[in-house]
């Protein structure tokens, strides 16, 4: 309640109430729980400026998310051909079709369905990618059952697999921290060497799964601004929960996740000769779902929401 009091000691009025209209309580609840407020006489905090929903805030309130845009519509701004999706989609098919995953653990495989962070459908494109493609080097920012997928696709390769995680938990779960075939970088990628990514050559994979949160010092920033202009031609980059129309699932919004990730990816890709989106599973499912399933059966389960960028040549 502190942190609610801080906001009303700084807020007017007028815009406390149109605050309280526009704001879901219990996002309002988690922001109490979870933000802190500047104790008077300390610099060590950020205060609140402004509560969720206010225009100087980047966390949504209740019109925000009425304004949200519909995923369905065309994003004209950003030319997408979506016959070379399709073909990108069918050239994993013969892998595809064939894989075969557990819902539960079971050796000698190391990934299983059974798990709310990366579905069957992300995990059989991913899969199937590095078994089509059979990258040199795979360099992941963000660890867990992605990891676990990508250990079984390069069981029989001579692929070297890199993951950056500064709370690799689910690494740790799964058994996977002293894995020999994964070099374990456990700080932030902001503290990690950009030779790491320049070093990526043509064919090489970025394996992307991270906050989805562009603010001050964020790791999605620093790949932006950071990684991607340094990145060689012909590198593949993989990234985790963008969704048809770079917009994020109503539940979510309403979740209390302001994420904006998405948002800055379509900016970045608009007008840019540079970068094209090589495979988008989750668009070509919602074009067509009979059809993206009989290429990848696994997307019939949960057709997940991993989009493929390539550095043009």
Do not use: C
Not at 150 to 167: E, G, N, Q
Not at 169 to 187: D, F, Y
Request: net charge positive.
């Amino acid at each position: 309640m502190e942190i609610l009091r801080g906001i009303a000691r700084r807020t007017p009025l007028k815009v406390l109430r149109r605050i309280a209209r526009r704001t879901p309580l219990k996002v309002l609840r988690r922001i109490a729980r979870r933000t802190p407020l500047k104790v008077s006489g300390s610099t060590a905090t950020p205060s609140v400026f402004h509560a969720p929903g206010h225009y100087y805030s980047p966390l949504l309130g209740t019109v925000d998310i009425e304004r949200r845009s519909d995923p369905r519509a065309e994003v004209r701004s950003l030319p997408l051909d979506e016959r070379e999706l399709w073909e990108h989609l069918s050239s994993l098919a013969p892998v595809a079709a064939t894989l075969v995953l557990n819902r539960r653990p079971t050796a000698p495989s190391h990934y299983f369905t059974d798990n709310s962070m990366y579905g069957p459908g992300d995990a059989a494109v991913y899969y199937s990618m590095i078994r089509a493609l059979r990258p040199r080097r795979i360099v992941e920012v963000g660890s867990g059952f992605s990891t676990a997928i990508a250990l079984d696709a390069v069981a029989d390769l001579r692929t070297t697999l890199t993951t950056i995680d500064p709370d690799p938990k689910r690494l740790r779960e799964l058994g996977l921290m002293s894995h020999a075939r994964i070099n374990v970088i456990t700080q932030p990628v902001q503290g990690v060497g950009l030779e790491l990514f320049e070093s990526l050559d043509r064919g090489d994979f970025l394996f992307l799964d991270t906050s989805h949160v562009g603010k001050t010092g964020s790791d999605v920033l620093w790949h932006l601004f950071e990684v991607f202009p340094r990145l060689r031609p012909g590198v593949y980059i993989h990234m985790h929960d963008i969704f048809p129309g770079f917009e994020y699932p109503l539940e979510w919004m309403h979740e209390g996740r302001s994420w904006n990730e998405a948002y800055l990816l379509r900016a970045f890709l608009e007008f840019n000769i540079r970068f094209e989106v090589f495979l988008w599973p989750v668009l070509s499912w919602m074009r067509d779902p009979e059809r993206a399933v009989k290429l990848v059966p696994h997307l019939r389960e949960n057709p997940g929401g991993q989009i493929w960028l390539r550095v043009k040549e």
